[in-house]
C-alpha cells in the first residue's frame, strides 16, 4: 500500500490526473506555449526527453518517492502541464509540491492556485499530513512569489544544492506549511479564487 494512492483531483474546470505515457503529446504542446524548456530555472522537459521526463516519473512513482500528475482542462481534456508529490516520507506524514509548470497561457490564471488547493486539501484532509514542503531555485524569484503568497513559511537556503540544466550549480530556497496552518491558507486560497472568477 502506497502513501499516495492513483486519484483524481478536480475543481473550477481543472483536473489532476496520474501522469501516464498517453499524455506524453499534450506535455510536448504545453511546454512548446513558451518553450519552458529554455528556463534554466525549472525542470520541463525538453520536447525529445518528454517521454523519458514521464518515464522518470513512474518509477519514482512505483519507488514510492514521487507521484506526478498531469494537469488538463477538465472539459477537453487539453494538458496544461504537470505537478506532482514529491519526497514523499509517510512514516513522518510529509510531502513536498514540485515539478509544477504550466504551459505559458495558464501562467497567472486560476489553473496554479485551484491545483494547489486540490493538492494541499488532499495531502492534509485525505493523506493527514502534517507538513507540506516546496523548494526552489534562488533564482526563480516568481516561483518564491507564488509559495510565499500560499502562507508557506520560508525554512531557509541549502546552498550548492543541486545541479541545474546548464550545469551550473544552485541554491534551494526551502518552504514548508503545517498542518495547523492548513485552515487559514485554505480560507485564502478560497478567497482568491472567488476574486479571480470575477
Known amino acids: 500500500m502506497s502513501f499516495v494512492d492513483p486519484i483524481i483531483l478536480s475543481a473550477r474546470g481543472v483536473e489532476l490526473v496520474p501522469l501516464a505515457l498517453d499524455h506524453e503529446v499534450g506535455l510536448r504542446a504545453a511546454a512548446a506555449d513558451g518553450e519552458l524548456w529554455k528556463l534554466r530555472i525549472t525542470s520541463v522537459p525538453e520536447p525529445e526527453q518528454t517521454r523519458a521526463y514521464i518515464e522518470a516519473a513512474l518509477a519514482a512513482r512505483e519507488a514510492g518517492h514521487r507521484f506526478a500528475f498531469a494537469v488538463r482542462d477538465q472539459a477537453s481534456g487539453t494538458v496544461f502541464g504537470s505537478s506532482s508529490y514529491h519526497d514523499i516520507l509517510p512514516a513522518i506524514k510529509r510531502v513536498e509540491i514540485g515539478y509544477t509548470w504550466y504551459a505559458a497561457r495558464c501562467q497567472r490564471t486560476h489553473v496554479n492556485t485551484t491545483c494547489k488547493l486540490l493538492m494541499l486539501t488532499h495531502a492534509f484532509e485525505t493523506l493527514g499530513c502534517h507538513v507540506v514542503g516546496w523548494r526552489t531555485d534562488n533564482f526563480n524569484h516568481a516561483s518564491q512569489r507564488a509559495i510565499e503568497r500560499l502562507g508557506a513559511r520560508k525554512d531557509?537556503?541549502?546552498?550548492?544544492?543541486?545541479?541545474?540544466?546548464?550545469?551550473?550549480?544552485?541554491?534551494?530556497?526551502?518552504?514548508?506549511?503545517?498542518?495547523?496552518?492548513?485552515?487559514?491558507?485554505?480560507?485564502?486560497?478560497?478567497?482568491?479564487?472567488?476574486?479571480?472568477?470575477?
Open 156 to 198: 531557509g537556503v541549502i546552498r550548492g544544492h543541486a545541479l541545474r540544466r546548464d550545469g551550473t550549480i544552485r541554491d534551494t530556497v526551502m518552504y514548508s506549511l503545517r498542518s495547523g496552518e492548513w485552515p487559514e491558507v485554505k480560507a485564502q486560497l478560497l478567497y482568491l479564487l472567488d476574486k479571480q472568477r470575477h
